[in-house]
């Protein structure tokens, strides 16, 4: 049965609030089991909370040394990069001056190295890996570079793993400290964690958004009902995974339209040439789609979305974003995202300030619903003939009226 639109709105904002109540309760029911040994009772409702966010240093009075460890150049890992750190300083645990615009990560992270000031943690310069650009074959090296470091020189004490490939690999290599992965997909999917509610490993944490895509293109859906939808995607086991593929067809099947694929290659090859890639997919699909999902794909950045935009927009095709309302802004139709991205730096920030505090990564809950954000650009959808519902506009809490 098809559900209407402000019962779908509805649910979504339920869902935020109800992730932040399991966050809390997974993270004081761990903890309560692993200090008793068996099941606890449930605690009284004042207890205090188990995990503290409160900066500290190592139990020998040194600071905490973090490594960074990306799977390529992706504008997504600076970015998320950038917010985590605003995070830890929210929290307290350093003072960086403003970050420059337009680094890479491993500039964000020298500057970060060379400029954060803290008496509890530092980020070691020298630990820092990237397997080239989203480069398969150096990835073996890279990993036994890592893993050596770990366990020979053991100085490390965290490290922060952003992208599918670097999650996979530090998990593939059982984490041997604690590991935060972030800026993924879909952890789960690509077999970083064993499950949304357990990583599978003590040393293991990632972010894991249930449903996230389905969501996405179920609302879509219910306000675009479209026949033919256009999904440009490198097929690969990390492509399919970056882009969803299999919510795509999950909810294909069960609202009865139908994927229009387009192979884009962009894992090992230069970034101008994914770009190229994805772009004359999305030209090749246009005329034969009556929606599009764009998805997160690395030929698809922030001084390309603009074309992406404009291809669709000439062929009056709607499009809805996975990323979020920043490519909204340069022109796609629709989003469902969090409008503050400060949101996902505050969660990876106190999740490495409650492991400093004593937290297994394992214990503390990975799972993450997006505040219900709508994101509607109104120039493109009087360029391509959208009349949007009533519901979207009174739902959208972004309206753009231009690119």
């Given at each position: 049965?098809?559900?209407s639109l402000p019962?779908?709105?509805?649910?979504?904002?339920?869902?935020?609030?109800?992730?932040?109540?399991?966050?809390?309760?997974?993270?004081?029911?761990?903890?309560?089991?692993?200090?008793?040994?068996?099941?606890?009772?449930?605690?009284?409702?004042?207890?205090?909370?188990?995990?503290?966010?409160?900066?500290?240093?190592?139990?020998?009075?040194?600071?905490?040394?973090?490594?960074?460890?990306?799977s390529?150049?992706y504008?997504?890992?600076?970015?998320?990069?950038?917010?985590?750190?605003?995070?830890?300083?929210?929290?307290?645990?350093?003072t960086?001056?403003?970050?420059?615009?337009?680094?890479?990560?491993?500039?964000?992270w020298?500057f970060?190295?060379?400029?954060?000031?803290s008496d509890t943690?530092?980020?070691?310069?020298?630990?820092w890996?990237?397997?080239g650009?989203?480069?398969?074959?150096?990835?073996?090296?890279?990993?036994?570079?890592?893993?050596?470091?770990?366990?020979?020189?053991?100085?490390?004490?965290?490290?922060?793993?952003?992208?599918?490939w670097?999650?996979?690999d530090m998990?593939?290599m059982?984490?041997?400290?604690?590991t935060?992965v972030?800026?993924?997909?879909?952890?789960?999917?690509?077999?970083?964690?064993?499950?949304?509610?357990?990583?599978?490993?003590?040393?293991?944490?990632?972010?894991?958004?249930?449903?996230?895509?389905?969501?996405?293109?179920?609302?879509?859906?219910?306000?675009?009902?479209?026949k033919?939808?256009?999904?440009?995607?490198?097929?690969?086991?990390?492509?399919?995974?970056?882009?969803a593929?299999?919510?795509?067809e999950?909810?294909?099947?069960?609202?009865?339209?139908?994927?229009l694929?387009c192979?884009?290659?962009?894992?090992?090859?230069a970034?101008?040439?994914?770009?190229?890639?994805?772009?004359?997919?999305?030209?090749?699909l246009?005329?034969?789609?009556?929606?599009?999902?764009?998805?997160?794909?690395r030929?698809?950045?922030?001084?390309?979305?603009?074309?992406?935009?404009?291809?669709?927009?000439?062929a009056?095709?709607?499009?809805f974003?996975?990323?979020?309302?920043?490519?909204?802004?340069?022109?796609?139709?629709?989003?469902?995202?969090?409008?503050?991205?400060?949101?996902?730096?505050?969660?990876?920030a106190?999740?490495?300030?409650?492991?400093?505090?004593?937290?297994?990564?394992?214990?503390?809950?990975?799972?993450?619903?997006?505040p219900?954000?709508?994101?509607?650009?109104?120039?493109?959808?009087?360029?391509?003939?959208?009349?949007?519902?009533?519901?979207?506009?009174?739902?959208?809490?972004?309206?753009?009226?231009?690119?």
């Amino acid at each position: 049965m098809k559900t209407s639109l402000p019962t779908l709105l509805l649910s979504l904002a339920l869902l935020a609030p109800a992730a932040c109540l399991a966050q809390a309760a997974a993270s004081g029911a761990s903890a309560a089991g692993a200090t008793a040994g068996t099941p606890a009772a449930a605690p009284p409702a004042a207890a205090p909370q188990v995990f503290p966010t409160k900066p500290v240093a190592r139990p020998d009075g040194k600071k905490w040394r973090i490594g960074y460890f990306e799977s390529g150049d992706y504008s997504e890992y600076p970015r998320t990069l950038r917010v985590t750190v605003d995070g830890l300083q929210k929290l307290g645990w350093i003072t960086v001056p403003t970050i420059p615009d337009g680094l890479s990560g491993k500039q964000m992270w020298e500057f970060l190295a060379d400029n954060a000031r803290s008496d509890t943690l530092e980020f070691v310069r020298d630990a820092w890996w990237q397997p080239g650009n989203f480069d398969a074959a150096q990835r073996p090296a890279v990993r036994e570079s890592i893993k050596q470091r770990l366990e020979g020189k053991k100085d490390i004490d965290l490290i922060l793993a952003m992208g599918t490939w670097a999650g996979q690999d530090m998990a593939g290599m059982g984490a041997p400290v604690p590991t935060i992965v972030a800026s993924t997909s879909d952890a789960v999917g690509a077999r970083i964690t064993r499950s949304a509610q357990d990583s599978g490993l003590d040393n293991l944490h990632a972010r894991v958004q249930p449903e996230r895509y389905q969501r996405q293109v179920r609302l879509f859906h219910e306000i675009v009902p479209f026949k033919r939808l256009g999904l440009v995607y490198e097929d690969s086991p990390e492509g399919r995974t970056y882009s969803a593929v299999e919510a795509v067809e999950q909810v294909a099947r069960e609202q009865g339209f139908k994927v229009l694929t387009c192979n884009a290659p962009s894992n090992g090859i230069a970034p101008e040439v994914a770009t190229r890639n994805a772009l004359e997919c999305y030209a090749r699909l246009a005329p034969q789609i009556d929606a599009a999902y764009v998805t997160v794909h690395r030929g698809v950045t922030p001084a390309s979305v603009d074309t992406v935009a404009e291809i669709l927009r000439q062929a009056r095709v709607p499009s809805f974003s996975m990323l979020g309302s920043e490519e909204v802004k340069h022109g796609l139709l629709l989003s469902l995202a969090q409008a503050d991205y400060s949101y996902v730096g505050l969660f990876y920030a106190e999740t490495m300030a409650r492991i400093f505090n004593g937290a297994k990564p394992r214990e503390l809950s990975q799972v993450w619903i997006d505040p219900a954000k709508i994101a509607l650009n109104l120039q493109t959808a009087r360029v391509i003939g959208f009349d949007p519902p009533v519901d979207i506009l009174l739902a959208a809490d972004e309206v753009y009226e231009a690119k």
